[in-house]
């Protein structure tokens, strides 16, 4: 009589486009459409994402709804744009988050974005230096303008406009240059950017975080355009080999906090090289218990070249 032989178990498999799971996952629930949709007013698909290279450098763009606003009908409120300045090489780009007491903070995040992007633009055209005071300037009058518009009247005061549109924006330029990549950038808010370290899968943030003591930070309110505060804050500095410059808002930057934890770690991985731009919004789209927020990633790497 021939004898059974138990088989090993084959592991169960993945499915290939299952939801990223990071700890203990959130609720499970079906995204519901936005409402609140009108004139003057961004339309927000649910996810979407951005990729292409130029000689110098690679772009992944990412930005996916949050799971409560996905439950609750309300739209995605980040937004981000990068486009290149044909005649320098610059890549320009911008990331802003809609504030979420505004009421229509979606709209003033893409406001905000394409201001920032067309005066940095405007600025190269003529040969002039990049002016943060100035875009930042430039995208607080759209802002004003824009919910001018949307009241039918001439005018409105800041105080209207922010009620309306308030966003934070970080918005920069990667210029190539003799030494490699010369990168630029600055933001208004409490979104982030940081240099991911690859060979020691560390992040150094490029701004102060949240865990700064500071009367912003501790009252836990948000100065964001279109206010602009005096200073600015700023960062720059020669994007070298090794290091990929992030751009993103606070739904990826609270889990990421530090980088050391599961968050971190799946990101320092999956951003070692630059990975298709669906696998990115797949992996920014990872579900984490009490992490619900909208998320926006944008990431910079050098071919050839990271920053000092």
Request: net charge negative; with cysteine.
């Amino acid at each position: 009589m021939a004898r059974l032989v138990p088989q090993p178990e084959t592991p169960a498999r993945a499915e290939p486009w299952a939801r990223v799971v990071i700890g203990k996952p959130g609720p499970a629930i079906e995204p519901a459409p936005p409402k609140g949709y009108g004139p003057g007013l961004a339309w927000c698909p649910d996810t979407e994402c951005d990729g292409w290279s130029t000689a110098q450098l690679t772009l992944r763009s990412a930005s996916v709804r949050g799971d409560g606003h996905r439950y609750y009908r309300q739209p995605r409120q980040d937004a981000t744009v990068a486009v290149v300045h044909d005649a320098t090489g610059a890549v320009l780009f911008a990331v802003a988050d809609g504030v979420s007491a505004a009421t229509h903070g979606q709209t003033g995040a893409s406001v905000a974005c394409q201001a920032a992007v067309h005066s940095m633009s405007a600025m190269l055209d003529s040969g002039l230096p990049l002016d943060v005071g100035a875009v930042a300037r430039r995208a607080a009058r759209d802002l004003r303008h824009h919910a001018a518009s949307l009241l039918g009247v001439p005018a409105v005061e800041p105080a209207q406009a922010e009620r309306l549109l308030a966003t934070t924006l970080v918005a920069g330029a990667a210029r190539p240059d003799p030494d490699g990549i010369a990168v630029s950038l600055f933001r208004i808010g409490d979104s982030g950017a940081w240099l991911l370290d690859v060979p020691r899968g560390r992040y150094y943030p490029l701004f102060g975080s949240k865990a700064d003591a500071s009367a912003v930070i501790v009252s836990g309110e948000v100065s964001p355009l279109p206010r602009v505060p005096d200073p600015i804050e700023q960062a720059s500095g020669q994007l070298t080999d090794g290091l990929v410059l992030l751009v993103a808002t606070d739904g990826f930057g609270d889990p990421l906090g530090a980088g050391t934890g599961e968050v971190g770690q799946l990101f320092a991985r999956a951003l070692s090289a630059a990975p298709p731009p669906l696998r990115l919004a797949q992996l920014l789209d990872f579900s984490r218990e009490t992490f619900d927020d909208d998320r926006t990633l944008l990431g910079l790497w050098p071919r050839g070249g990271g920053m000092r």
